[in-house]
Antibody
Framework: QVQLVQSGAEVKKPGASVKVSCKTS????????ISWVRQAPGQGLEWMGW????????KYAQKVQDRVTMTTETSTNTAYMELRNLISDDTAVYFC????????????WGQGTQVIVSA | DIQMTQSPSSVSVSVGDRVTITCRAS??????LAWYQQKPGKAPKLLIY???SLQSGVPSRFSGSGSGTDFTLSISSLQPEDFATYYC?????????FGQGTKVEIK
């Protein structure tokens, strides 16, 4: 069965970086792309970006594009999202999601990773 | 960027009621629209894609319709497990965007 398992919760100070992993299984990793979505406390869903596992192409949301890097490691079927220069507004649950190629929808999701940014 | 506006923001209903949620895009997106259900502390779950196609395993009481700029998600007879927050999402063009969510609460 398709699974996306994310790394554990993180507490970071403002200005630090965080790297969240998303280990996938149950499907051919290179046949689907991955997106990252975050959700601040009590708020809605915010799309952060997309990466093609096939060729490494990326698209980022303007809000984070200067601070985020999304990568994949095909040897371990794992996707990564690194966010730098953290601010308090980055406190959120971060989700990875598999993207269906035909309609660009998120058909499987990771369980979420809580990132808290606090001095 | 394409803005997605959902209405209502919240709705109080009883088990067995029919619920309709609307989502409006700031520009035409053809049928590039998905609906998700999210329960507290959980990841979202895909319900509908391509505006009206039911994701595998999703009960048939869920249905979607629309194209262009106006879309609806309907739940024909609300069940206790359907109380959740629902989001629309456009995938017509980057950046992909979500609606602000509609919380379906128990009356």
């Amino acid at each position: 069965q398709v699974q996306l398992v994310q790394s554990g919760a993180e507490v970071k100070k403002p200005g630090a970086s965080v790297k969240v992993s998303c280990k996938t299984s149950g499907y051919t990793f290179t046949s689907y792309s991955i997106s990252w979505v975050r959700q601040a406390p009590g708020q809605g869903l915010e799309w952060m970006g997309w990466i093609s596992v096939y060729n490494g192409n990326t698209k980022y949301a303007q809000k984070v594009q200067d601070r985020v890097t999304m990568t994949t490691e095909t040897s371990t079927n794992t996707a990564y999202m690194e966010l730098r220069n953290l601010i308090s507004d980055d406190t959120a649950v971060y989700f990875c999601a598999r993207v269906r190629a035909d309609w660009s929808v998120f058909d499987y999701w990771g369980q979420g990773t809580q990132v808290i940014v606090s001095a | 960027d394409i803005q997605m506006t959902q209405s209502p923001s919240s709705v109080s209903v009883s088990v067995g009621d029919r619920v309709t949620i609307t989502c409006r895009a700031s520009q035409a997106i053809s049928k590039w629209l998905a609906w998700y259900q999210q329960k507290p502390g959980k990841a979202p779950k895909l319900l509908i894609y391509a505006a009206s196609s039911l994701q595998s395993g999703v009960p048939s009481r869920f249905s979607g319709s629309g194209s262009g700029t106006d879309f609806t998600l309907s739940i024909s007879s609300l069940q206790p497990e359907d109380f959740a927050t629902y989001y629309c999402q456009q995938a017509n063009s980057f950046p992909w965007t979500f609606g602000q969510g509609t919380k379906v609460e128990i009356k």
